[in-house]
């Protein structure tokens, strides 16, 4: 027994000191984040984007799942990949688990050379208390890979991994398109004020210091430029005009107002479980609204919602689950939405985003 325990003390300090050496040789991990550098339209003027969500396994990750994400990959050929949070779950017991979870999502892009970055979901952190990785640690592995764009995160803002990414355009010689990954975080606190949150939906909501954060580093962005670059924003949880665009209303739409709203917003794509939002509405969309850079913002987090609509000049949409490690639509249908979801830039475009696609499992007789 004592024996036993030791092994597993050695083990568990082992893969312990593997995180630590990715920590501490940072200007290595961040020395990977020169791949933001190789990011550029192509001759043509396009440029492709992939939108993996809710990949959401273990170590054992349902193989399925990476069916999808390279036939996905085969077919569409992008030039950039969002895992746009809840990459893993928090069923590992150990950090080598943890890693090897990691891998299993990473490998796909990697083996391709296609550029990729992650953002966090409300769930990356679960196993956190058992095998004490953190987000941040979770950021330098990513980062440790050849292909990944993910930037070093600022310890000045709330979450991990808000970042921008800017794409050259064809000739190399300017922005043409920025990609916000923003940390969207994980739950509400149990109470704010000796107030708890019964009758809320508890998970968490974008801080004031992160739209500070994007809205100063647009205005930076424009300066440099001169001219305000296109972009989208990824993050996990959706804002809560997800919510009003669909029933056009924020006062406890009906399917009457939906009907309105989708004419009015012209809405596609399904809905088929709450949207899932924080409790607060902390003014992102009102300052990307001000900002006029942001043409469309795209989450996950409610797996079996697919729908995208114009919401005053911005796209909201989601992207439906990749993972079928994770719930469904349940029944003989439950793996009716797994996807992606598939941008269409052209830099000669106005706003640039052309369209934008959900592709199926289905669609490639995996289910």
């Not at 396009?46 to 193989?63: A, L």
């Not at 974008?206 to 424009?222: A, G």
């Not at 107002?257 to 409790?279: K, Y």
Request: proline fraction near 3%.
């Amino acid at each position: 027994m004592i024996k036993r325990t030791l092994i597993g003390i050695i083990s568990t300090i082992s893969i312990a000191a593997l995180f630590m050496f990715i920590q501490v040789q940072d200007n290595t991990v961040q020395g990977k984040t020169k791949e933001n550098e190789k990011l550029q339209f192509n001759e043509n003027g396009k440029y492709k984007i992939v939108q993996f969500n809710d990949t959401q396994d273990d170590e054992e990750i349902d193989p399925r799942t990476i069916e999808l994400m390279n036939a996905v990959l085969d077919e569409q050929q992008p030039d950039l990949v969002i895992v746009n949070g809840d990459v893993i779950n928090g069923d590992m017991e150990t950090a080598e688990e943890v890693k090897q979870a990691m891998d299993n999502v990473i490998q796909p892009m990697e083996e391709r050379g296609i550029h990729w970055a992650v953002t966090f979901g409300n769930h990356d952190e679960d196993h956190t208390e058992k095998t004490g990785i953190d987000e941040e640690d979770m950021l330098n592995y990513y980062m440790s890979f050849e292909h990944n764009v993910n930037k070093a995160d600022s310890k000045d803002i709330t979450g991990t991994g808000n970042a921008n990414v800017a794409i050259k355009n064809s000739k190399g010689n300017a922005p043409a398109f920025n990609v916000w990954l923003f940390d969207s975080g994980r739950y509400a606190p149990e109470e704010i004020a000796g107030q708890d949150f019964e009758g809320y939906h508890t998970w968490d909501w974008i801080k004031q210091d992160q739209i500070q954060w994007y809205t100063e580093t647009s205005e930076k962005l424009e300066q440099t430029a001169g001219y305000k670059v296109p972009s989208l924003a990824f993050m996990h949880i959706p804002l809560p005009e997800f919510e009003y665009m669909w029933y056009g209303s924020p006062y406890g739409g009906t399917e009457e107002s939906h009907q309105l709203a989708v004419e009015r917003h012209n809405i596609t794509g399904e809905r088929n479980e709450c949207i899932c939002t924080g409790p607060f509405n902390s003014g992102l969309f009102s300052a990307m609204l001000d900002r006029g850079d942001v043409k469309g913002v795209f989450s996950g987090h409610d797996h079996i919602n697919t729908f995208v609509g114009n919401y005053y000049g911005i796209m909201l949409g989601y992207a439906g689950s990749t993972g079928f490690g994770t719930y469904g639509l349940g029944g003989e249908e439950d793996h009716k939405l797994r996807g992606a979801r598939v941008f269409h830039l052209d830099e000669n475009a106005e706003g640039v985003v052309v369209d934008t696609e959900m592709v199926f499992a289905k669609d490639y007789g995996i289910q």
